[in-house]
């Protein structure tokens, strides 16, 4: 680790905070007694490579070729060209040198990442980045170095800045976005002010990196509000470029000031306004410049535009005739347009407010320059005076252009005045003094004017809004040392020792921070401080204090000064006195000694100019000259302008000022650039510092060329040394835990590895037994860190034990082959005997065989004719057995037969003569008792007639009437008694019917059964022999037959043959005549078909997508519309808190899919519409299917034989019902007529008695008690019919029965006489086969009852949702009466039945309704009110209402409905803007809203699909073609914000989760980190891939629960996989660290699972797989081989989807993980790139992730009808009305 560190310079500096000096960049290192023999038995040892000093490469790297022990004066190497080379050492002071990093660290993107930290380990890396890689930017430690590459990079473009947005810093390759974007996320998350330092030498990139800082910051922090504020502070960098700037030999864009930029931040961190300060302007260079320099560029830019008509009054010509532009020689810069920059500089100036005549006002102050410049002054004889020409044009030019009068300015030009205490001199000057104070003038005018535009650039950037936060970026001069170091160079060294400073305070801050946040005991670490050089500066009686007291001296000169500086700081170590000079010193500072000419110092201190020039352009006639140099501003100079004077106008007084007594009053400009130092150190203290170090690579701007010397020089000036220097002190390699253990386990044992499972113990053993020193490495927190060198050391350990372990996997093959090739020679020696001794045993064995057989044969010979004669014998006397017992058991059976048959008999004729006899009893009874009552009744006739003549008759009579009725109800009360007999009667018959049917069935199957038994042998036995007969006679008919058939099917053969040759001839001929006619049309249509189809269908995505970009636009505008409306309604009203109203709760839809039936017939017409969905193919794939609907098909037509003859039998009974009927009721009428009359005429003619009583009756009630006496019998006569057609009805069906079971056994019988035919294989065979059909048909009823059930139970669940609903209704409403209630719902339901046989598909509303139906069923829904309904129920109901604003033909209605549609889903969406749920179900609704409005519009071309019932559905009388566009529009962007809120989610997963994720462990190895790896600015979160999966498994579903049509779904999920591809593509593109074979196997592994994850969702024919083609083929490019030609072949030939840029960068960007892997070579990559020089490829690197895909929204109807879609209550819509 010692290798590492460097010995002090000679001379001690004072250390700071107890440090020690400072080591010197070329001084080899020093080893510690207490690492000393670690270090040169372990690290000198052979083939271990070090870096030597080198006068041309600075260090040149070398191979130790003999072990170095100690006390070796000298060390054998060996240098890379093979040149043996003795390295003398000296053994006193021990100095080795340098020791050189393992390969695997060279390239790495941090600095601090190297083992071995030191100058040449540094100059190397950058050397191979820069030149191999072309990596410009690296970082070291906290700082990023940045090498000027001299060529245009595309890497700058607005996709990178979106790429490096949201990135923790370490996590990408180096960027100035990556520092930027650091600066912006610490503002955000410490609320912290940031600093942006830029330092470097003229021509290493400040500006530049300055401009890319303040664009990042522009984009990603872009203004809120419509002032483009981003815009504004961009436009400022071309006026300051063009003001600040000029061409220098080391650069052609040198910034010639310094500035400090402030760009201020609201709290939601967006630009609100920006502040500029300036420092040190070049002023000297307005009037003088060196060979091969030049002014400022507004100077050569305002010459280009001479020409302009608007600049025809300044006079001008081109730059090589002004003075102050044509000393530096050649005024043009390659590849730079003056006069197009200057356009750019005049619409900058526009852009931030400054007025045309202001401009004229500048371009005139600035030609005046030029013009002064010219003027010819010509000498007096005597040298004291001289004279300008009359005609000078010039000066004219000068003092018009500035308004000014000719002759006072011409006087003042040439003369000066002298003030005294006593009196005014006015003295002329000499030619030398006349041309400097022209030259003051000329600086000072240029000085003011860049103040002024300064202010009001800053005054175009300020902002009233209160700033929240700031970042600055200072673009500041780095160290200069010239042949000629002057007061410019001397101030920019004092502003670089004091930013050296602080940037070694806030290292050395860091460092502590993270040594105490590790909890690593703190020691302080030696570090450099300038603190010394800078008192010599600025310190009281330092050099300025020298320096202004001179300036006060009336007579003071620059020797004088010098010698006063010889006295003072004469003895300081910091300050030198040249040997050779009197008139200059030296100063030495942090980066080098520089020697400073004291010529000028004071001149320049001074900057004096005199005041009766100024006072002569104070009056000027120009407002704008006049303010330039009012006193308010004179004593400025370069001082900074503050906020404060930038909004500020300034006006003259009408009264003359009091002019001062003494110029020298005002301060020096050395006191002016101190006091805004020391301003500006104050602001960089109070903020958050990040520094970039800009390095020029060569002073010849050559692209890509590195200087080693001129690199190492600034790389000692920046501080980049430094920062390694206080790294290498501490313990600069730290390593987490976890990355450790994986990367250094190998060196671990098992027994540790499973004895601790704690990572940290493994650890820490591990290093205490490899290290030695425990001061060589400590233990933190969460890391580990180690001394420099200790990373190299065990980087070494682990290739040895990965070298052992190869020794012994060859070794161990090595054995293993010699083995395998011993066994296949002893395996063959054992193969050959064994085939001998084979095959002399196979002959015993064959002989043993033959006389076993021939024994074996002989004994089943006698056992087989034995078993014969045995099984006859015993074959017979079964069959003897079997008859006899058959005879005695026929005979048993037909003798109890008989018996039970007799019994029968007896049985009925003893009843029937029982029967007999008493009826003819009964009749006999009947009659006596007939004609006994009517004796009795004839008497009782003639005693009543006697009696009815008489008037007691009739008393009686009416006293009789009063029993009339009881009588009546007594006999009533009878016949009902009868009845209920008769019925009793009814069905003990129809009981015992069924039983003896049941006896007739038992009987009948028992009978068929024995005669079945009995006579199947005989019959089957006879069955054969007649068809054994008939088979022969068939056979013998069949020979005769085919004899016949063979000759004339030869015949027939040959003629056939015959005329197919001659008709294969012909239909040759004629099919190439044909393939020839055919072959030239098609090709010919067909390529032009291809033409235009390709032509057309490419102009139709282009027009697609410009057209939805511009729906994009809009939507964009629309809601910046809305935004700046919020705004102006908030600035009108008093802001306050407003709450939104809140979410109502809902309860579950009670409804589901309304009108579908859950029938048979149902799930047949579902089965077959599922049929005709699926295809042919499919279709005859699913057998399942197939048998389903053929037994379906069975069924249902036997269910019609069964309801035809049903039909049959209705109308047979309907037909004798009426016959019945009209019988009855003739028959009725005439008993009726008889009844009626007879009573009558007895009731006249005589007086009647009932019997049993004594009372008389009414006729008329009488002949009502009869008609209610038929009524009833009637009645019970009608019920016996209809039980005795019930009864008829049963038989029947039980005969059908019969029948079905008689049929299915025939069919059984003649299946089993076919099986007796078949051989016993096919019987199993065809058994099988029958079992299977029988199972199957089982399986298919069971399913279909499961099916039932299913279906049934769903029902059930609705309805008990329904009811529940209801339940919760009823409660709510609190009905109070029961009966009323039960009423209530009755009608209701009733009603709802009968209005849905009538609903017509429309709903009404009245107008006043309309908002609320927005509001109910578009701005308050929330997608789970409607979960459990029709999908998309809003775009149904919708179009219903417009339905019926159609019908009635309100257009106004119409209009009204759909505008407000709209605008309240665009009111949800905005309230909504990151709620993926509602964004989807929105977008379903507007979908299908616009194909209702397609479907149902009239057209034929969608009304194709629809049913009659549909076509009824259509409107009548509007064309809503335009509202159909206009909810296109809408359908797109809700599909755009979907996109965006999907991608939203998305892309924080995508780099961790396909990138990063080690989906298969172990695979991923680990490499050394570097400072920005271990200080991310953010914990970020880590996702998986499952984690995608999940969330694009919940896009899904949320999209297909809401019905969102599956093409839409495709497209989404096409865009979403594109930007999943672009992410991490562009991620890949610029991570130098996932640029690895592992990477490449880990990405395409994830890359397969969401290919896998497409399939499993039957997305994969959206196209989602093609979009992820290069990010597939980036994946193969990591894993394939990159070495022959024949590889960059293969790779050219497989990365078609990548650019050539692509395939380079990733080939530049791939890094080893391992030592064993080898690095890809320059030469492959040019191999590449001239392999894909033909390919026309865009010049972009990194793919547009925001790029959209256009949409298609292709028709889909909908198979509902309106009729059938029922609203549930909860969405509370009880106003609209069915119609």
């Known amino acids: ?418 003030v005294t205490t006593s009196e005014t001199y006015i003295k002329p000057m000499s030619i030398q003094q006349v041309v400097n104070a022209r030259n003051a003038l000329a600086k000072h005018i240029y000085a003011q004017l860049f103040n002024w535009i300064v202010q009001h650039v800053n005054k175009a950037l300020y902002t009233t809004v209160k700033q929240h936060s700031f970042i600055g970026v200072l673009d500041i001069y780095g160290f200069e040392t010239f042949e000629v170091n002057s007061f410019e160079q001397f101030c920019i060294n004092y502003a670089n020792e004091k930013l050296q400073q602080q940037f070694n305070l806030h290292v050395f801050k860091l460092e502590q921070e993270e040594y105490m946040k590790e909890q690593i005991p703190w020691t302080l670490i030696d570090f450099y401080d300038n603190q010394p050089c800078i008192d010599l500066i600025e310190a009281k009686l330092g050099i300025f204090d020298l320096l202004d007291e001179e300036c006060k001296v009336p007579k003071g000169t620059d020797e004088n000064w010098a010698q006063k500086l010889y006295d003072r700081h004469g003895g300081s170590q910091h300050f030198q006195k040249p040997r050779m000079s009197n008139t200059s010193f030296i100063v030495v500072h942090f980066a080098d000694k520089v020697e400073y000419q004291c010529e000028g110092f004071l001149e320049k201190n001074r900057d004096t100019v005199y005041e009766e020039q100024i006072n002569i352009l104070k009056a000027s006639k120009y407002p704008m000259v006049a303010d330039l140099f009012h006193d308010g501003k004179d004593a400025k100079g370069g001082a900074p302008s503050g906020k404060g004077t930038s909004s500020k106008v300034h006006i003259r007084s009408a009264r003359p000022t009091v002019k001062a007594a003494n110029k020298e009053h005002k301060k020096t400009v050395g006191h002016q650039f101190r006091n805004s130092l020391h301003l500006l150190m104050e602001t960089l203290n109070a903020t958050t510092p990040h520094y970039v170090r800009c390095i020029k690579p060569n002073d010849e701007k050559l692209p890509f060329s590195f200087d080693p010397k001129r690199a190492v020089q600034q790389l000692r000036a920046c501080g980049v040394l430094e920062t390694i220097r206080i790294s290498a002190a501490g313990y600069p390699s730290r390593w987490t835990y976890h990355d450790f253990f994986n990367r250094y386990r190998v060196l671990m044992k098992k027994r540790d590895l499973s004895k601790k499972a704690d990572k940290k113990a493994i650890c820490k053993t591990l290093l205490e037994n490899l290290i030695k020193d425990p001061d060589k490495f400590q233990f933190g927190r969460t890391k580990i860190f180690f001394r420099a060198g200790q990373v190299a050391y065990l980087e070494k350990l682990r290739a040895d034990k990965f070298r052992s372990a190869t020794i012994m996997i060859q070794k161990t093959v090595r054995g293993w082959l010699q083995r395998l090739k011993y066994r296949r020679m002893r395996e063959a020696a054992i193969q050959i005997q064994r085939h001998t001794r084979g095959h002399l045993a196979r002959r015993l064995a064959d002989r043993l065989r033959r006389t076993k057989a021939a024994t074996v044969l002989q004994k089943q010979y006698r056992m087989l004719r034995i078993r014969r004669a045995y099984q006859m014998i015993r074959q017979a006397a079964i069959t003897i057995q079997a008859f006899t017992r058959g005879m005695f058991v026929r005979r048993n059976f037909r003798k109890v037969l008989a018996e039970h048959k007799a019994v029968i008999i007896q049985k009925n004729v003893r009843a029937w003569l029982a029967r007999k006899h008493f009826l003819r009893f009964r009749s006999a009874a009947v009659v006596i008792q007939c004609y006994f009552r009517r004796m009795k009744a004839r008497q009782e006739l003639k005693a009543l007639k006697i009696e009815a003549r008489s008037a007691e008759h009739l008393k009686r009579l009416n006293v009789g009437m009063e029993n009339k009725v009881v009588q009546l109800q007594r006999k009533i009360d009878e016949q009902n008694k009868e009845y209920k007999l008769l019925n009793e009667q009814l069905t003990t018959t129809a009981s015992a019917h069924s039983l003896e049917l049941e006896k007739l069935k038992k009987e009948l199957e028992q009978y068929r059964r024995k005669s079945g038994d009995g006579n199947q042998i005989t019959s089957l036995q006879e069955e054969i022999d007649s068809l054994r007969l008939a088979l022969e006679k068939a056979h013998g008919e069949r020979k005769i037959v085919e004899d016949t058939y063979m000759k004339e099917k030869d015949v027939l053969r040959k003629r056939i043959s015959d005329l197919e040759e001659e008709n294969a001839l012909l239909k040759e001929e004629k099919e190439a005549l044909n393939s020839k006619i055919l072959r030239q049309s098609e090709d010919e249509f067909a390529h032009n078909a291809a033409e235009e189809n390709a032509l057309m269908k490419k102009e139709l995505e282009e027009e697609r997508f410009r057209y939805q970009n511009l729906v994009k636009e809009y939507s964009r505008l629309e809601q910046r519309y809305d935004n700046l409306r919020d705004e102006m309604t908030i600035v009108k009203h008093t802001p306050g808190h407003r709450r939104n109203p809140s979410n109502q709760s809902s309860l579950e839809s009670d409804s589901n899919y309304p009108s579908i039936s859950t029938s048979e017939v149902g799930d047949t017409e579902d089965a077959i519409q599922q049929v005709e969905e699926m295809g042919l193919e499919k279709a005859a794939m699913d057998m399942t299917l197939f048998l389903k609907l053929q037994k379906r098909v069975r069924e249902l037509e036997q269910e019609r034989r069964k309801l035809q003859t049903q039909l049959e039998k209705k109308e047979i009974e309907n037909k004798k019902s009426q016959v019945i009927e009209m019988k009855n009721e003739m028959d009725l009428d005439r008993d009726t007529d008889l009844a009626y009359n007879s009573l009558k005429e007895s009731n006249i003619s005589m007086q009647t008695s009932w019997p049993n009583s004594d009372k008389h009756v009414d006729p008329e009630d009488a002949i009502e008690a009869y008609h209610g006496v038929c009524q009833t019998n009637r009645l019970l006569e009608a019920q016996l019919q209809d039980q005795r057609r019930e009864h008829e009805e049963e038989v029947e069906i039980l005969k059908d029965q019969i029948e079905a079971l008689r049929e299915e056994m025939e069919k059984q019988q003649d299946i089993f006489y076919q099986t007796l035919q078949l051989s016993p294989e096919a019987q199993v065979e065809f058994g099988i086969q029958q079992e299977i059909t029988r199972l199957t048909n089982e399986n298919l009823d069971l399913k279909e009852l499961l099916e039932k059930l299913e279906k049934n139970e769903r029902k059930l669940k609705k309805q008990l949702k329904i009811y529940m609903k209801k339940v919760q209704d009823y409660e709510a409403n609190h009905v109070s009466v029961q009966p009323e209630k039960q009423e209530h719902e009755l009608t209701r339901q009733v009603a709802v039945q009968r209005k849905e046989k009538e609903f017509q598909g429309m709903l009404e509303y009245y107008k006043e309704d309309e908002p609320l139906l927005i509001r109910n069923l578009i701005t308050e829904l929330k997608p789970q009110m409607v979960s459990a309904t029709v999908p998309c129920l809003p775009a149904y109901i919708l179009y219903m209402c417009i339905r019926h604003a159609d019908y009635i033909n309100d257009d106004h209605k119409v209009h009204s409905l759909l505008t407000s549609t709209i605008n309240g889903i665009k009111k949800v969406l905005k309230k909504h803007n990151d709620d993926f749920e509602m964004t989807s179900f929105w977008l379903s609704n507007a979908c299908r809203l616009l194909h209702c409005l397609k479907q149902y519009s009239g057209d034929m071309g969608f009304m194709t699909q629809n049913t009659p019932k549909q076509n009824e559905h259509c409107l009548k009388n509007f064309d809503l073609t335009e509202y159909r566009q206009v909810l296109s529009d809408l359908s797109i962007q809700i599909y755009q914000q979907l996109i965006k809120i999907a991608e939203g989610v998305l892309q924080p997963m995508i780099v961790t989760a396909v990138l990063e994720n080690e989906s298969i462990q172990g695979l991923s190895g680990v490499k050394p980190m570097g400072y920005r790896k271990r200080s991310s600015s953010m914990e970020e979160n880590t996702y998986s891939l499952e984690a995608i999966t999940r969330q694009l498994n919940t896009f899904h579903g949320v999209m297909c629960d809401q019905g969102l049509d599956p093409e839409i779904i495709q497209q989404v999920f096409k865009q979403l996989f594109y930007m999943i591809n672009a992410v991490a593509l562009n991620n890949l593109l610029l991570r130098k660290d996932v640029c690895s074979w592992s990477t490449g196997v880990q990405l395409r592994f994830n890359i397969s699972q969401l290919e896998e994850w497409l399939r499993g969702k039957n997305l994969h024919q959206s196209g989602a797989v093609e979009t992820m083609e290069p990010l597939i083929q980036a994946a193969q490019l990591l894993q394939l081989k990159k070495k022959t030609s024949e590889d960059a072949e293969a790779i050219c030939t497989l990365c078609t989807s990548l650019t050539t840029q692509q395939i380079v960068k990733i080939l530049n960007l791939y890094t080893p993980v391992n030592e064993f892997e080898e690095r890809v070579t320059v030469g492959f990559i040019r191999n590449i790139q001239a392999h894909l020089q033909e390919r026309n490829d865009p010049p972009q690197l990194l793919l547009d992730f925001k790029y959209m895909f256009p949409v298609l929204f292709p028709f889909s109807p909908s198979s509902l009808t309106m009729d059938s879609i029922h609203i549930p209550a909860s969405l509370n819509l009880e106003f609209l009305n069915k119609v």
């Open 1 to 418: 680790g010692e290798g590492a560190r460097a010995a002090g310079r000679a001379g001690s500096r004072p250390p700071f905070l107890g440090c020690a000096p400072v080591a010197a960049p070329l001084a080899p290192p020093r080893l510690r007694p207490a690492c000393r023999a670690m270090s040169v038995v372990e690290l000198y040892t052979k083939y271990t490579r070090v870096w030597i000093p080198d006068p041309e490469e600075v260090w040149k790297s070398a191979e130790i070729i003999k072990d170095y022990k100690e006390g070796d004066r000298t060390l054998h190497l060996k240098l890379e060209d093979d040149t043996v080379l003795e390295y003398p050492i000296n053994p006193e002071a021990n100095e080795l040198p340098f020791l050189r990093n393992p390969d695997i660290l060279v390239g790495e993107n941090d600095l601090t990442a190297l083992s071995y930290l030191h100058e040449p380990a540094v100059l190397h890396n950058l050397k191979v980045r820069f030149l191999e890689s072309n990596h410009i930017y690296t970082y070291c430690g906290i700082v990023l170095v940045a090498i000027n590459p001299y060529e245009q990079l595309p890497i700058y473009g607005q996709d990178v800045i979106y790429a490096y947005s949201g990135q923790n810093m370490g996590d990408m390759d180096p960027h100035i976005f990556a520092v930027a974007e650091e600066a912006y996320k610490q503002m955000a998350r410490d609320e912290k002010n940031q600093s942006i330092i830029v330092s470097g030498e003229s021509g290493a990139g400040k500006t530049v990196s300055a401009k890319y800082a303040m664009r990042f910051f522009a984009s990603v922090g872009g203004s809120s509000s419509e002032t483009n504020i981003e815009e504004k502070v961009l436009a400022s960098s071309p006026i300051m470029e063009s003001i600040g700037n000029a061409k220098t030999t080391r650069n052609d864009n040198s910034s010639r000031f310094g500035k400090y930029i402030q760009i201020g931040f609201d709290k939601r961190y967006h630009i609100i306004g920006a502040n500029m300060r300036t420092y040190l302007l070049e002023k000297s260079r307005v009037v003088f410049q060196a060979e091969d320099e030049r002014n400022y560029h507004i100077f050569y830019q305002l010459c280009a535009s001479a020409g302009l008509p608007e600049f025809k009054d300044l006079s001008l010509t081109s730059a090589e005739d002004f003075f102050y532009t044509a000393q530096g020689g050649d005024t043009s810069i390659d590849g730079v347009d003056d006069a197009s920059d200057f356009e750019k500089t005049r619409q900058a100036f526009t852009l931030l407010g400054v007025k045309e005549s202001h401009q004229m006002t500048i371009f005139k102050i600035l030609a005046a320059i030029l013009h002064l410049g010219n003027v010819d002054f010509q000498s007096e004889r005597d040298g004291e005076s001289c004279t300008i020409p009359k005609q000078d044009e010039h000066l004219r030019n000068f003092c018009r252009l500035l308004g000014v009068e000719h002759s006072q300015m011409e006087h003042w030009l040439r003369h000066r005045k002298l």
